[in-house]
């Protein structure tokens, strides 16, 4: 990318950090090189300089979203929306009308949860209302898919009368493309999702996609993706390939420029709450339906720590997804027996104790605080009694944990905003907050979603945005706040000073 030069004219700066001062006035922002140079009262006219007049909006760190799949996320427009399913009854009629108005089209469903119904699936009953049209139908965790018999015979997997899970279901994803074909991949396809990124004041992104390569984001790159900031996350089955090339995080990716680099090595050390797989120190209370009745890992824990000792080796961080408490607890263990840094990708269930040992170890919590939304109630039927021991982001924060937060999209919408009010409101309908001590502040939220960035100063990234309101006020009640926060205007997004997305 050409060197950008560009000037912000009479923004507030929204403080940002524990020790922030609020903004006295407006003030002006240069940007040169991508960096932002001078921070002034006023400044004269540069030549060549693209101006833009803030006229007193809030100017603030750009947002990122610290955990994406972003091919599953730019597919699922093309989806069989699956969210309003309350039972498989309505799946099954959501995919026979599917296939009777597409006769022979195969058809790839998104987004049941499973997780609240009261009996188990059958391949026999999805193939009673599909024939042989191919059907995939994942649910809303990601963590498994209800496929018919046709699917899972063009996809070389045994034929079986229930559903794929976990490691099964995650090493045939990449295989889709075969019955599915990848028009919704193409590179037009995808800068159409990070255009609606940038339109929420998105910067970054950590692409934690299954089954990719850095060859898939190096093409695209030329193909006129290269809108925004890049994390690219390798899994175990590429490990050994990024090792080879001498990439650690933060290096870019051969063929491209800073501003889309090596991630972390991405571990799937459990499952989720949805299917009962997240691994827990106690029982689900459905457990006589279980075969693992606390759910399990998916490695051993000799396994865990040989993949993050490889990693930590070769200058990788690592992001281990770990749900329930006791994958957590285990997770925590490999880090210390390893010296491995990066994070816990979701610890959702935590016990006390491991969240002071996530702060002395220095693991950040990547933690998704819209999946609370969808969870809440389900947690309350699979878990009982340990609800105020999930998404406890008052515990990490007050115990010194760096928070940083995510969507999982397409688990949740690629939204910071929706995040953001998650974390401050926890509810998503008339219902009081569930668990409110567990709270952030919009402060404290918006901190966690700006990549580790303070106040915009001198020495800050060229990645900001202009807010038309302001991102720190606090309503009458969290409910006010949280509506506020949803639907926060975006009127400017600049990358390394490249504006991205502009409504001035």
């Known amino acids: 990318m050409l060197p950008v030069s560009l000037l912000i004219r009479r923004a507030r700066l929204v403080p940002i950090g524990p020790a922030a001062a609020p903004p006295q006035h407006p003030v002006d922002v240069l940007v040169e090189d991508g960096v932002v140079t001078t921070v002034a009262a006023h400044l004269d006219p540069r030549p060549g300089v693209e101006e833009h007049d803030a006229d007193g909006r809030w100017c603030a760190p750009g947002l990122w979203d610290q955990h994406v799949h972003l091919t599953q996320w730019t597919l699922s427009s093309q989806r069989l929306d699956l969210a309003a399913a309350r039972s498989p009854e309505q799946v099954l009629a959501l995919a026979a009308e599917r296939v009777a108005s597409l006769p022979g089209v195969p058809v790839i469903g998104w987004g049941h949860r499973p997780g609240g119904w009261t009996r188990d699936v059958t391949v026999a009953e999805l193939d009673a209302v599909t024939g042989e049209t191919p059907v995939v139908l994942i649910a809303g965790d990601g963590h498994h898919a209800w496929l018919n018999t046709t699917a899972l015979m063009h996809l070389a997997m045994p034929v079986r009368d229930s559903v794929v899970r976990e490691t099964e279901w995650f090493a045939v994803y990449p295989r889709l493309v075969t019955l599915f074909g990848s028009d919704g991949t193409s590179p037009d396809a995808f800068r159409r999702t990070l255009d609606a990124a940038a339109a929420r004041g998105v910067v970054g992104l950590v692409d934690f996609e299954f089954g990719g390569s850095r060859d898939d984001?190096?093409?695209?790159?030329?193909?006129?993706?290269?809108?925004?900031?890049?994390?690219?996350?390798?899994?175990?089955?590429?490990?050994?390939?990024?090792?080879?090339?001498?990439?650690?995080?933060?290096?870019?990716?051969?063929?491209?420029?800073?501003?889309?680099?090596?991630?972390?090595?991405?571990?799937?050390?459990?499952?989720?709450?949805?299917?009962?797989?997240?691994?827990?120190?106690?029982?689900?209370?459905?457990?006589?339906?279980?075969?693992?009745?606390?759910?399990?890992?998916?490695?051993?824990?000799?396994?865990?720590?040989?993949?993050?000792?490889?990693?930590?080796?070769?200058?990788?961080?690592?992001?281990?997804?770990?749900?329930?408490?006791?994958?957590?607890?285990?997770?925590?263990?490999?880090?210390?027996?390893?010296?491995?840094?990066?994070?816990?990708?979701?610890?959702?269930?935590?016990?006390?104790?491991?969240?002071?040992?996530?702060?002395?170890?220095?693991?950040?919590?990547?933690?998704?605080?819209?999946?609370?939304?969808?969870?809440?109630?389900?947690?309350?039927?699979?878990?009982?009694?340990?609800?105020?021991?999930?998404?406890?982001?008052?515990?990490?924060?007050?115990?010194?944990?760096?928070?940083?937060?995510?969507?999982?999209?397409?688990?949740?919408?690629?939204?910071?905003?929706?995040?953001?009010?998650?974390?401050?409101?926890?509810?998503?309908?008339?219902?009081?907050?569930?668990?409110?001590?567990?709270?952030?502040?919009?402060?404290?939220?918006?901190?966690?979603?700006?990549?580790?960035?303070?106040?915009?100063?001198?020495?800050?990234?060229?990645?900001?945005?202009?807010?038309?309101?302001?991102?720190?006020?606090?309503?009458?009640?969290?409910?006010?706040t949280g509506a506020a926060l949803r639907s926060m205007p975006v009127a400017l997004t600049a990358v390394a000073g490249r504006v991205v997305h502009s409504t001035l």
Not at 447 to 457: W, Y
């Open 217 to 480: 984001w190096t093409e695209r790159w030329g193909h006129d993706c290269d809108l925004l900031r890049v994390r690219w996350a390798t899994y175990a089955d590429t490990l050994d390939d990024v090792v080879a090339a001498g990439l650690r995080t933060g290096d870019p990716l051969p063929g491209c420029d800073d501003r889309i680099t090596m991630g972390p090595l991405k571990i799937i050390s459990d499952g989720s709450l949805n299917t009962r797989t997240a691994w827990c120190c106690d029982p689900y209370s459905d457990a006589h339906r279980l075969e693992h009745p606390a759910g399990q890992p998916n490695l051993s824990g000799a396994e865990l720590r040989e993949l993050l000792a490889r990693a930590h080796a070769g200058g990788l961080e690592v992001a281990t997804h770990a749900i329930g408490d006791a994958a957590v607890a285990e997770a925590l263990g490999a880090y210390a027996d390893t010296g491995a840094i990066g994070s816990i990708e979701h610890a959702q269930l935590v016990g006390r104790e491991d969240v002071c040992r996530m702060a002395a170890l220095g693991v950040r919590a990547s933690v998704q605080p819209a999946h609370l939304l969808d969870d809440r109630d389900l947690t309350e039927l699979a878990w009982p009694g340990r609800a105020e021991r999930c998404f406890a982001f008052r515990w990490m924060l007050d115990d010194g944990v760096e928070l940083a937060l995510g969507s999982d999209a397409p688990v949740s919408p690629l939204d910071p905003w929706l995040a953001i009010a998650a974390a401050v409101h926890r509810s998503a309908d008339d219902r009081d907050p569930w668990h409110a001590e567990q709270a952030l502040t919009p402060a404290e939220a918006l901190a966690a979603s700006v990549d580790g960035q303070p106040t915009v100063g001198v020495g800050s990234p060229g990645d900001l945005v202009l807010l038309d309101a302001d991102p720190l006020a606090v309503g009458p009640d969290s409910a006010a």
